[in-house]
């Protein structure tokens, strides 16, 4: 027979093996965040691209239709 199994637990390593254990899932939420927290910033970065490339091809077609409002506008003079 094991000597601790006669003994009551001891508050002491009661209370160590609980904040191990709390510990234990600390990091596991840091780890599970660290790697969510990568992942937002790969995305955005991403989005960001994404959205500069937009706004590029809208300004492409913007200037398209401003020159062809300008050329209508003067067939309209020469007409």
């Not at 960001?48 to 300004?59: C, D, I, K, T, V």
């Amino acid at each position: 027979m094991n000597p601790a199994d006669t003994f009551p637990p001891d508050p002491v390593q009661l209370e160590l093996e609980a904040l191990g254990r709390q510990v234990d899932r600390l990091l596991d939420t840091v780890r599970r965040l660290s790697e969510e927290n990568r992942s937002l910033r790969h995305s955005q970065e991403q989005l960001s691209g994404e959205r500069a490339n937009l706004l590029a091809r809208n300004e492409q077609a913007r200037s398209r239709v401003e020159a062809m409002i300008q050329r209508l506008k003067s067939l309209e003079g020469n007409g």
